[in-house]
């Protein structure tokens, strides 16, 4: 009788390591406190920052996607001309824009009827908001949105938000289609202090110099979840100011000017071997 060699267990597969976790690791040993150096330089040249509502969530959003590849006053100005195109009856809103803003903010002014905008005829609708840029693309992503919204809820409230997490919030807006995580978190953080930090142009560049994330887009390395890993829930507003207010003054695309940046000793941009 023949007796059978046992089995040989299978090795066991080696989970890949988490990019982010990696990252964030690090940059703690080769860079230790480089996070909380950037904020403190950040803050003594542009002060310490703090949250409030800027506008209410929907008129956030809808702003949000008028910004997209268009200067901040070119936005407000198209959302002037959809709060005179299709008026509410709802109370006067005031925009408190703050220094994270790159516009001259909103006036006073009702908050548009959002039902109107969502079935208005869509050629309508882009000459409404040609003064945004890129009015085609951007009238069938509102309307796309606010259908998606009411479809999902009944009505285009957006403030039942609150009641969920940061991620879980940040979840629902993008699985609508074409919101993606820099909108959801401009929403959630401005409308509701939620602890996401939305990754635009200049927090992007601004970020990548310093070498606070990655100089290069790899798979699994998204900024806005590489800044929840790297940073605390009570610094994700400040630092999303301060970072675009950088990007805006000094770290420009072209010729930032270094003798005036408060971040140059550690800025691998200035110095590519910076501590």
Avoid at 15 to 33: A, E, H, M, N
Avoid at 145 to 158: F, K, T, V
Avoid at 161 to 185: F, H, N, Q, V, Y
């Amino acid at each position: 009788m023949t007796t059978r060699a046992p089995a040989r267990a299978r090795p066991r597969k080696r989970r890949k390591p988490d990019p982010i976790i990696s990252w964030v690791r690090r940059l703690d040993r080769t860079r230790p406190g480089l996070p909380a150096y950037v904020l403190e330089e950040l803050a003594g040249f542009y002060g310490h920052q703090i949250w409030q509502r800027r506008l209410d969530p929907t008129s956030e959003l809808i702003l949000t996607i008028l910004t997209q590849n268009s200067a901040d006053t070119n936005a407000e100005l198209a959302f002037e001309e959809l709060r005179k195109a299709y008026p509410s009856e709802g109370p006067t809103e005031q925009h408190r824009p703050g220094p994270g803003w790159g516009g001259r903010g909103l006036p006073d002014g009702v908050v548009p009827d959002w039902i109107a905008v969502e079935i208005a005829p869509l050629d309508e609708l882009i000459e409404v908001i040609r003064p945004g840029g890129l009015p085609v693309a951007k009238a069938k992503g509102i309307q796309a949105s606010l259908r998606a919204i009411r479809a999902a809820r009944g009505d285009h409230s957006l403030e039942f938000l609150a009641e969920m997490s940061a991620l879980e919030a940040r979840d629902w807006l993008t699985g609508i289609p074409g919101i993606g995580k820099k909108t959801a978190s401009v929403l959630l953080l401005f409308s509701f202090g939620m602890p996401l930090m939305p990754v635009d142009r200049h927090v992007e560049r601004v970020a990548r110099r310093i070498g606070m994330i990655p100089a290069k887009v790899t798979s699994g390395t998204d900024p806005h979840d590489l800044f929840l890993a790297m940073l605390q829930p009570d610094q994700m507003y400040e630092a999303h100011v301060n970072l675009i207010q950088h990007g805006r003054v000094i770290c420009h695309a072209r010729n930032p000017e270094h003798e005036r940046c408060p971040v140059r000793a550690r800025c691998r941009f200035v110095d590519p071997k910076a501590p």
